[in-house]
């Protein structure tokens, strides 16, 4: 019923620069959390960045002052920009929407996921 349409990954040259989207539809009362998840091969899924309705904002140690998560209430999207990219920070990435579809339930949908590749 709600709908994630993630955008913005590719192939980037190490020190370069990406900006992912994604974009919340569908049956919402309103978005509790939006975040950008990503797992590289054969390892763990892992938070990158979180963003809550109000505006805090978390980062994993691996990518603070090098990623920025924002969100467009109005627009039920979140994005990630990622400045300084490494090698390591090549994976997959998948954003999630804790959305509340009343205001007594709220559900996690999760994003497609979009390739991040950065060469060296």
């Known amino acids: 019923q709600v709908q994630l349409v993630e955008s913005g990954g590719g192939l980037v040259q190490a020190g370069g620069s990406l900006r992912l989207s994604c974009a919340a539809s569908g049956s919402i009362f309103s978005i509790n959390a939006m975040g950008w998840y990503r797992q590289a091969p054969g390892k763990q899924r892992e938070l990158v960045a979180a963003?809550?309705?109000?505006?805090?904002?978390n980062y994993a140690d691996s990518v603070k002052g090098r990623f920025t998560i924002s969100r467009d209430n109005a627009k039920n999207t979140v994005y990630l920009q990622m400045n300084s990219l490494k090698p390591e920070d090549t994976a997959v990435y998948y954003c999630?929407?804790?959305?509340?579809?009343?205001?007594?339930?709220?559900?996690?949908?999760w994003g497609q996921g979009t390739q991040v590749t950065v060469s060296s």
């Open positions: 999630k929407v804790v959305v509340a579809a009343s205001p007594y339930a709220q559900s996690n949908y």
């Open positions: 963003i809550t309705s109000g505006g805090s904002t």
